[in-house]
T-cell receptor
């Protein structure tokens, strides 16, 4: 059974800092890995989807990497801003989507 | 283009009551799904549908029913509400079944069962 773990559970950084969010998974037999953003009281918004054949995906200040062999993915956020404050969730897709519990990010101005 | 819409946004029920959570999408997606989100846990799949007339169980289906009579709508019915069903419920849709494609989520329904 796939298990997805996100560390840390919460992170507080000053504005402008570069940061890395971590996601680990136990079963490497996945088709893709996805990163989502969730604002308080809102639904999830898809940020990046990395296919199993890819190593990374980039969108603006976000870069996500995938290492299936080690069961790890990272989400890199460059030059963080207060508007980046949210919960970030990763999910793997094998025969279904399995979500991690998320990392709560606070960027202080 | 409204995307995925859910109603109601908030609901309080008493134990044993039944209700239907509504979900609709206007993107002509075949795949739709229902998740619940509990504190400290990731989203867990309740039921899903790969097209009109086709539904199947997810990870935590007990106590919930679904139907899919049209491509657009995918309601979730609580048969006899229990306090353990207090949660935030999200509906999602995508072009491709499962998670092989970008998932679009609704804003959620926050349900409290007393």
């Amino acid at each position: 059974k796939q298990e997805v773990t996100q560390i840390p559970a919460a992170l507080s950084v000053p504005e402008g800092e570069n940061l890395v969010l971590n996601c680990s998974f136990t079963d490497s037999a996945i088709y893709n890995l996805q990163w989502f953003r969730q604002d308080p009281g809102k639904g999830l918004t898809s940020l990046l989807l990395i296919q199993s054949s890819q190593r990374e995906q980039t969108s603006g200040r976000l870069n996500a990497s995938l290492d299936k062999s080690s069961g790890r993915s990272t989400l890199y956020i460059a030059a963080s801003q207060p508007g980046d404050s949210a919960t970030y969730l990763c999910a793997t897709y094998g025969n279904k989507l399995v979500f991690g519990a998320g990392t709560i990010l606070r960027v202080k101005s | 283009n409204a995307g995925v819409t859910q109603t109601p946004k908030f609901q309080v029920l008493k134990t044993g009551q039944s209700m239907t959570l509504q979900c609709a999408q206007d993107m002509n997606h075949e795949y739709m799904s229902w998740y619940r989100q509990d504190p400290g846990m990731g989203l867990r799949l309740i039921h899903y549908s790969v097209g009109a007339g086709i539904t199947d169980q997810g990870e935590v289906p007990n106590g919930y029913n679904v139907s899919r009579s049209t491509t657009e709508d995918f309601p979730l019915r609580l048969l006899s509400a229990a306090p353990s069903q207090t949660s935030v419920y999200f509906c999602a849709s995508s072009y491709i079944a499962g998670g092989g494609d970008t998932q679009y989520f609704g804003p959620g329904t926050r349900l409290t069962v007393l």
